[in-house]
């Protein structure tokens, strides 16, 4: 899938400026072809498969706009 090459890498940023991570990984419904999760990697290298505590899952509604970055609709706090 083209779409899902050309997303993942890309920095993700929400409306604060914060940069949350990149994009780990898209998940899709393929019953309906449409984007559903974006899985996003927190800092580090994507090292293995699966979720791990430097993994966040951002819901596609939440996104704003996909460009150069992927900005989200708003801010996401996160407890360390």
Known sequence: MRI??????KEVIDTSGLIIGKVKDVEVNFETQLMENFVIGKGGS?????????????????IRVIGDKVLLKGEMYETV
Request: aromatic share 14%; net charge negative; no cysteine.
């Open 4 to 9: 899902k090459e050309e997303i993942i890498g």
């Open 46 to 62: 994507f090292g293995g498969f699966g979720m791990s505590k430097n993994e966040v899952i951002v819901p596609y509604d939440s």
